[in-house]
């Protein structure tokens, strides 16, 4: 049985608005095993990004506890965590993020110059292998803006594993994808999770959510449901053909 390698213990994050304290997160107890594919569902301004960025240590906690692969991510400082980060975490976006003056091959290796990972001499052949991975190496040698949507979405993958992270984090990265395109950078996660990283996305994607192991729904602040297994995931299909599910 693979070892735990997220937890959260009474995860709270609560934020001052105008009108008064907004509790966005309401107490999440969660334990996700090393090598998980997990997809986090539910309505819009439900919390996701919120609980993407405590597990990635981007904000803090109003209370409670998340610890990944061992680090105590809630307690450790700002400077330990950027370090930390950038050598465990990759993260995809969005929307890419890839930096528009580099080019492709000098945005994968980018993470690698910057926490000095690899012998410098190899860095190069480790992006140009990770672009070939992603079917995108051919795109190398240009900017960004010369790719489609699919082709940077796969980049920005390539360059959130250049330093090897165990934890691969995605907000709503196949949101603005064709169906196609998407297909493909799920395919990619599903590989991944072969290869014995960890990942958790947040996707609103109902038809590609199916294919995902594990499925945790985020409503009202907690976690409510249990990972979906086959069974549950037709049934889920058939409460979404009715309009039951709101995702």
């Known amino acids: ?103 492709v091959l000098e945005n994968v290796v980018m993470p690698m110059d910057f926490c000095n990972v690899h012998r410098r001499e190899e860095r190069r052949d480790r992006a140009m292998a990770l672009l070939k991975r992603f079917g995108v190496l051919d795109q190398a040698h240009k900017t960004p803006d010369l790719l489609s949507g699919g082709q940077q979405q796969r980049v920005s993958i390539a360059r959130a594993l250049a330093n090897d992270p165990p934890l691969l984090v995605g907000d709503e990265p196949t949101s603005n994808l064709d169906h196609l395109s998407a297909a493909v950078v799920f395919e990619a996660f599903h590989e991944l999770q072969e290869q014995g990283h960890t990942i958790v996305i947040v996707t609103h994607d109902r038809h590609l959510v199916h294919d995902v192991p594990t499925v945790l729904a985020l409503r009202n602040g907690l976690v409510e449901a249990a990972p979906l297994d086959a069974a549950a995931q037709r049934r889920s299909r058939e409460q979404e053909a009715l309009g039951v599910i709101d995702m």
Not at 1 to 18: A, N, Q, R, V
Not at 66 to 88: C, I, Q, Y
């Open 1 to 103: 049985m693979p070892e735990t390698f997220i937890k959260t213990s009474s995860l709270i994050k609560t934020y001052d608005t105008p009108v008064g304290p907004l509790r966005v997160l309401r107490g999440i107890d969660l334990e996700l095993r090393k090598g998980s594919l997990v997809a986090l569902v539910g309505p819009s301004g439900v919390g996701k990004t919120t609980f993407l960025n405590m597990l990635t240590g981007i904000d803090k906690p109003t209370s409670g506890t998340v610890f990944v692969g061992g680090m105590d991510v809630t307690s450790s400082s700002e400077s330990k965590l950027t370090r930390w980060r950038a050598r465990n975490i990759g993260i995809v976006f969005q929307f890419s993020q890839l930096l528009p003056t580099l080019t």
